[in-house]
């Protein structure tokens, strides 16, 4: 029997990456015991595996897909074909960025200033590219943690991941430069995109996770409205796509179903109810497949 052999990133994107699986249809049972997840699915076998080393794995075929950062197939160079991008991280929706950091108090403003100098970083390769890009070197050397209290007493500088900054703040340091933005990406072992039964579930798979994406901080509304109120019911209501709207047994009335964003409810609620329309009802969402 065929089981499609997936990596979920172990560490910080873990809980999040729980959540979208969950929000996707799937139930996934992480045990602090085991690197080898539950899943309620018998087409699928998870395992935990650190995002740094993602890539490595599904290029070699131990894995046939895994959820990883673009900036980690930068790092490893990994060949891995690249399903698509799933805008999340550990905090929520959006992207992360790798910036050069220096001590608050530092007289260095810009890369051209750490000529000579230590640079900390798990990212060394893409430090190494960035500083020679830049025509500047350096010692990198590779931190296994902690990289921000490395400075000023074991680096002068560090390249570190950050989502908010807050990090950073913390350990009063002081952003010099952005040297990539990156996102969650979805990953599959090339020789597995081959295989026409794996080929399939990857694809579904993605679908379904970039659908669950799609319904964070999302909502669906169903109201019904006199067909004489329709075109002012409609010009209160912004839509990802047009309204759905159906004729009701009643003919003098529609009902229209429409997705918004969550946080922009609480006034367009009021405007809709203020244009005629009732039975007004507003409902969560797991996935948005377009």
Same mark, same amino acid.
């Given at each position: 029997? &065929?089981?499609?052999?997936?990596?979920?990133?172990?560490?910080?994107?873990?809980? &999040?990456? $729980?959540?979208?699986?969950?929000?996707?249809?799937?139930?996934?049972?992480?045990?602090?015991?085991?690197?080898?997840?539950?899943?309620?699915?018998?087409?699928?076998?998870?395992?935990?595996?650190?995002?740094?080393?993602?890539?490595? #794995?599904?290029?070699?075929?131990?894995?046939?897909?895994?959820?990883?950062?673009?900036?980690?197939?930068?790092?490893?160079?990994?060949?891995?074909?690249?399903?698509?991008?799933?805008? #999340?991280?550990?905090?929520?929706?959006?992207?992360?960025? %790798?910036?050069?950091?220096?001590?608050?108090?530092?007289?260095?403003?810009?890369?051209?200033?750490?000529?000579?100098?230590?640079?900390?970083?798990?990212?060394?390769?893409?430090?190494?590219?960035?500083?020679?890009?830049?025509?500047?070197?350096?010692?990198?050397?590779?931190? %296994?943690?902690?990289?921000? $209290?490395?400075?000023?007493?074991?680096?002068?500088?560090? $390249?570190?991941? +950050?989502? +908010?900054?807050?990090?950073?703040?913390?350990?009063?340091?002081?952003?010099?430069?952005?040297?990539?933005?990156?996102? +969650?990406?979805?990953?599959?072992?090339?020789?597995?995109?081959?295989?026409? %039964?794996?080929?399939?579930?990857?694809?579904?798979?993605?679908?379904?996770?970039?659908?669950?994406?799609?319904?964070?901080?999302?909502?669906?509304?169903?109201?019904?409205?006199?067909? &004489?109120?329709?075109?002012?019911?409609? &010009?209160?209501?912004?839509?990802?796509?047009?309204? +759905?709207?159906?004729?009701?047994?009643?003919?003098? %009335?529609?009902?229209?179903?429409?997705?918004?964003?969550?946080?922009?409810?609480?006034?367009?609620?009021?405007?809709?109810?203020?244009?005629?329309?009732?039975?007004?009802?507003?409902?969560?969402?797991?996935?948005?497949?377009?």
């Amino acid at each position: 029997m &065929s089981r499609l052999k997936l990596g979920i990133p172990k560490g910080s994107l873990q809980d &999040s990456t $729980v959540e979208l699986f969950a929000k996707a249809g799937w139930r996934l049972t992480i045990s602090s015991r085991s690197y080898f997840p539950g899943i309620d699915d018998p087409d699928i076998e998870c395992m935990l595996v650190r995002a740094q080393e993602m890539p490595r #794995y599904v290029e070699s075929g131990a894995l046939d897909a895994g959820l990883t950062g673009k900036d980690w197939i930068m790092e490893t160079g990994a060949e891995v074909e690249q399903i698509g991008e799933l805008v #999340y991280s550990k905090t929520g929706l959006g992207r992360v960025r %790798w910036v050069l950091a220096v001590a608050e108090d530092s007289a260095m403003q810009s890369v051209k200033d750490l000529q000579g100098k230590v640079i900390a970083t798990e990212a060394v390769k893409m430090t190494e590219k960035y500083l020679a890009k830049n025509g500047v070197t350096a010692r990198v050397e590779f931190s %296994w943690g902690a990289t921000e $209290v490395k400075v000023p007493q074991l680096a002068d500088a560090i $390249v570190e991941v +950050t989502e +908010t900054g807050s990090s950073l703040r913390a350990n009063h340091l002081r952003v010099v430069d952005t040297l990539m933005e990156s996102a +969650t990406v979805f990953i599959a072992n090339r020789a597995a995109r081959k295989d026409a %039964w794996k080929n399939e579930q990857i694809a579904n798979m993605m679908m379904l996770l970039d659908g669950a994406i799609k319904a964070y901080n999302r909502v669906g509304l169903m109201l019904n409205v006199r067909k &004489s109120d329709l075109d002012n019911v409609l &010009s209160a209501l912004p839509a990802l796509r047009n309204p +759905t709207i159906a004729q009701l047994s009643d003919p003098d %009335w529609v009902a229209i179903n429409t997705i918004i964003e969550e946080k922009t409810a609480r006034q367009i609620i009021p405007k809709l109810k203020a244009a005629r329309a009732e039975g007004i009802v507003e409902y969560p969402l797991n996935k948005v497949v377009y």
